[in-house]
């Protein structure tokens, strides 16, 4: 993923990993449930190494966010933590910052399901999947 759209600008792969019981929850309605918590693990891009001539792979661990939903503890139900490798805690992110691009750009309920074909289609039997998410052409 990258959100510059530069060309040429940095490029990272970003691996999403969240509860089973919660994806188990999202494939039977189409909605996270309450208490839902997204690893969101970034890394960088590599692409010549080994064997591989064309295409990228990951390397290096840029940084860990980690999107929680949690109804009574958050006003806005949903909050994003940014983690670095020296602090073991982190506060909420302002909401300017993951919130509100998440408010304005994801097609479920703060999570960009667009950009995964099996939890989209999913959303999109259960009438939960927001299809103007697709038709952003510039993130703030």
């Not at 509860?19 to 039977?28: I, K, V």
């Not at 449930?33 to 969101?40: G, L, N, Q, S, Y």
């Not at 998440?102 to 309920?109: G, S």
Request: some cysteine; aromatic content about 14%.
């Amino acid at each position: 993923m990258n959100y510059n759209p530069s060309p040429g600008s940095h490029e990272m792969f970003t691996n999403v990993f969240v509860p089973q019981w919660a994806y188990r929850q999202f494939l039977a309605s189409g909605k996270w449930p309450d208490k839902a918590m997204f690893v969101v693990e970034d890394r960088e891009s590599q692409h010549k190494g080994s064997i591989n001539k064309t295409g990228h792979f990951q390397t290096d661990l840029m940084g860990i966010g980690v999107e929680v939903k949690d109804e009574t503890r958050f006003p806005d139900k949903w909050a994003y933590f940014n983690f670095r490798t020296d602090i073991k805690t982190a506060e909420a992110n302002p909401k300017a910052a993951c919130w509100q691009c998440h408010e304005d750009h994801a097609a479920v309920e703060h999570t960009f399901v667009q950009f995964y074909p099996t939890l989209k289609q999913v959303a999109k039997k259960f009438g939960t999947y927001r299809a103007a998410a697709e038709n952003v052409s510039q993130v703030k």
